[in-house]
């Protein structure tokens, strides 16, 4: 079983920052296609942003310009740098690893079922 563990969620003003981390297996970091959802009690799961293996990325719109994905090599660990939070930012983040790349020709956030492995999530909570 692919152990996800993220760490970096709390409670921020609107306008602020917080930077989500997500740790993989060494095999998961290197060869799969990763990425954060969120979730809010009630409503589906929303692909947020996306990298593959190849450094490809997917954006979900709402928070393009806002929200940077990115990996540290060095410690097999996912990041999300989040700037310029919103209150309807507010939600549990999730990190997910699928077996895939990003296809080019498809320039939308896979849907939550293209993922097999899912960390336990970080809140995230935004006050206006």
């Known amino acids: 079983q692919v152990q996800l563990v993220e760490s970096g969620g709390g409670s921020v003003q609107a306008g602020g920052s917080l930077r989500l981390s997500c740790a993989a297996p060494?095999?998961?970091?290197?060869?799969?296609?990763m990425a954060w959802f969120r979730q809010a009690p009630g409503k589906e799961r929303e692909g947020v942003a996306a990298?593959?293996?190849?450094?490809?990325?997917r954006y979900a719109a709402s928070v393009k310009g806002r929200f940077t994905i990115s990996k540290d090599n060095a410690r097999n660990t996912l990041s999300l740098q989040m700037n310029n939070l919103k209150p309807e930012d507010t939600d549990m983040y999730y990190c997910?690893?699928?077996?895939?790349?990003?296809?080019?020709?498809?320039?939308?956030?896979?849907?939550?079922?293209?993922?097999?492995?899912w960390g336990q999530g970080t809140q995230v909570t935004v006050s206006s």
């Open positions: 990298i593959d293996r190849d450094g490809s990325m």
């Open positions: 060494e095999d998961t970091y290197r060869n799969a296609c």
């Open positions: 997910a690893a699928g077996p895939f790349r990003l296809h080019p020709a498809t320039p939308t956030m896979p849907p939550p079922a293209a993922f097999r492995y």
